[in-house]
């Protein structure tokens, strides 16, 4: 299973803060704001937010920048009964999707149905051989590991809903798609607007795939993938893909 240890993630215009939602390792400060401007399809206030999780993913929502300790909770394991896939060096190297699809029994992309992987999940152990052991870097800091990744990703573009949220496993992915730095106090410290486009792009996908398959409270699903990542979606959003929907096919 990955190694990573910390996220800190600010927007250039900070975030809102976010209701507390039934996920519950997720917890909010709240605050109260001033000088309101309209909201957009995503919503962002006044107040910087910081987002950090423990190598196992549980998150805490910071509203100041001058805490002085970060309070994660405590780290949970990976949920019981998910699809487990295993991937090593060999498998990276030759950027070979058949351990995922033979985990998940995803052969072809059209023909997932959501409904079992929602309810089991999914989750990645990567068994990854360093050439050098005493190499610091993390997972998310090897090329041809994200390369494997961004490969995933583009032939299962849904794929962050059905993950391990709560096991580490949406924001062990983001990282392998949004470019990072690591800090030795922070962890890895996500590039903003790449985590902001990030996530609106998988907004889009993940809930047109849901309605698609009729998948009850899409935008309800859609909006708790975003706040696992600090972002709150407006319903704006959701209007314009209703009357302007992706093509699945």
Request: net charge negative; with cysteine; charged share 25%.
């Amino acid at each position: 299973m990955m190694a990573i240890s910390s996220v800190k993630c600010k927007p250039l215009l900070p975030l809102s803060p976010l209701p507390k939602p039934s996920i519950s390792c997720f917890s909010c400060k709240p605050i109260s704001l001033t000088s309101p401007i309209p909201p957009p399809p995503y919503q962002r206030g006044h107040v910087a937010v910081s987002v950090a999780y423990n190598p196992q993913g549980n998150f805490d929502l910071s509203l100041f920048d001058d805490d002085d300790e970060q309070k994660v909770a405590p780290s949970l394991p990976p949920t019981e009964g998910r699809f487990e896939v295993v991937i090593d060096n060999d498998i990276i190297t030759r950027l070979d999707l058949s351990p995922f699809q033979a985990a998940t029994g995803m052969k072809s992309p059209l023909s997932v149905e959501p409904k079992e992987f929602l309810e089991r999940s999914i989750g990645f152990t990567i068994n990854y051989k360093r050439e050098d052991p005493h190499d610091p870097r993390e997972l998310s800091e090897y090329p041809d590991i994200r390369v494997w990744f961004v490969r995933l990703d583009a032939t299962y573009p849904w794929l962050p809903v059905l993950l391990d949220w709560r096991a580490g496993e949406l924001a062990r992915y983001a990282a392998m798609m949004v470019p990072h730095q690591m800090n030795l106090k922070m962890g890895i410290v996500f590039n903003p607007e790449a985590l902001e486009l990030f996530v609106m792009k998988k907004v889009f996908i993940v809930y047109s795939w849901l309605k698609h398959h009729n998948i009850p409270k899409p935008k309800l699903i859609a909006n708790d993938m975003a706040r696992m990542l600090g972002f709150r979606i407006g319903d704006e959003l959701y209007d314009f893909v209703d009357k302007h929907p992706l093509d699945l096919s």
